[in-house]
T-cell receptor, first 111, second 114 residues
Framework: GQQVMQIPQYQHVQEGEDFTTYCNSS?????IQWYKQRPGGHPVFLIQ?????EVKKQKRLTFQFGEAKKNSSLHITATQTTDVGTYFC???????????FGQGTILTVHP | ETGVTQTPRHLVMGMTNKKSLKCEQH?????MYWYKQSAKKPLELMFV???????ENNSVPSRFSPECPNSSHLFLHLHTLQPEDSALYLC?????????????FGSGTRLTVV
């Protein structure tokens, strides 16, 4: 079945540094969704990307969908301690409602 | 509150027990899901219900039995579980067919099998 690979698994940054997580697939992704899960919490939907080459921004977060729709990235500018958590990408496949998640990137921000 | 409520938040059960997890969504969504989240593993889709009909069963062992009596409620019945079934069980809902945006997750049930 569809596999979505996410790297890195862990990332430690100093507050103020930038952070990027990458999502890759060997096959074409349908729609990419990004989620954030705070420690002890549940995944919260951030955004969906649909079109090839699409770029969306939410304040300090920038989301990109690759031209070939086989990869996606989430970039955070000037991290803050409130950014800590696990960031997941997920492929919204063609099967009805099915969402396949990557392994997630655990972000730690040191003050 | 996310609009998706799960109970109980924590559950400890023996391997011979029978228990049920409950999920209720107040968002008017037409699809509901059970996911399992274990340490160091991706979120694993277990079951999908669309308009109260099960459309996906991801090779889940029969000791897990879902039930969806209406579009707002979803249950996961548990019996004779194994210690490796200990995990966070997450319920989610979404609006498919015209909505198609993100899933809304509940806070989860932290299950420990002893």
């Amino acid at each position: 079945g569809q596999q979505v690979m996410q790297i890195p698994q862990y990332q430690h940054v100093q507050e103020g540094e930038d952070f990027t997580t990458y999502c890759n697939s060997s096959t074409t992704l349908s729609n990419i969704q990004w989620y954030k899960q705070r420690p002890g919490g549940h995944p919260v939907f951030l955004i969906q990307l649909v079109k090839s080459g699409e770029v969306k921004k939410q304040k300090r977060l920038t989301f990109q969908f690759g031209e070939a729709k086989k990869n996606s990235s989430l970039h955070i500018t000037a991290t803050q301690t409130t950014d800590v958590g696990t960031y997941f990408c997920a492929d919204k496949g063609t099967s009805y409602g099915k969402l396949t998640f990557g392994q997630g990137t655990i972000l730690t921000v040191h003050p | 509150e996310t609009g998706v409520t799960q109970t109980p938040r924590h559950l400890v059960m023996g391997m011979t027990n029978k228990k049920s997890l409950k999920c209720e969504q107040h968002l008017g969504h037409n699809a509901m899901y059970w996911y399992k989240q274990s340490a160091k593993k991706p979120l694993e889709l277990m079951f999908v219900y669309s308009l109260e009909e099960r459309v996906e069963n991801n090779s889940v062992p029969s000791r897990f039995s879902p039930e969806c009596p209406n579009s707002s409620h979803l249950f996961l019945h548990l019996h004779t579980l194994q210690p490796e079934d200990s995990a966070l069980y997450l319920c989610a809902s979404s609006q498919e067919r015209g909505g198609g945006y993100g899933y809304t997750f509940g806070s989860g049930t932290r299950l420990t099998v002893v």
